[in-house]
């Protein structure tokens, strides 16, 4: 049996403001402040029930591509921000959080 991937980062559940409730189909990852990204699960359409991944990071000066694809499971979708934000961040010789001295 293949072992669920386990975050590298803290993952909580996004909330857009004081008046949305989130939920566990909406979460946001972060990088200490700095928010590396988000996951959705799409409630319709030909990705129904697809997990959508966005990847974000810090202000830098290349962007890298893909920076958002679909998964089937939610964890793969963190999985692949998480790379997103790992390359993104070498690309331009920076350095996270999770990055060894």
């Known amino acids: 049996m293949t072992e669920r991937y386990q ?3 803290p993952w ?7 008046d949305h409730v989130p939920t566990d189909e909406d979460w946001s990852g972060y990088d ?3 928010s590396i990204g988000r996951i959705q ?6 990705m129904k ?3 959508m991944w966005s990847a974000h990071g ?3 000066r290349e962007r890298l591509t893909p920076h958002q694809g679909y998964e089937v499971e939610g ?7 998480e790379d997103y934000y790992h390359r993104l961040m070498r690309h331009n010789k920076l350095r996270g959080s999770r990055d060894a001295d």
């Open 7 to 9: 975050p590298l980062y």
């Open 12 to 18: 909580r559940r996004t909330r857009i403001d004081e």
């Open 32 to 34: 200490g402040n700095v």
């Open 41 to 46: 699960k799409q409630p319709h359409g030909p």
């Open 49 to 51: 029930d697809k997990w």
């Open 58 to 60: 810090p202000r830098v």
């Open 75 to 81: 964890r793969e979708a963190m999985r692949k921000v």
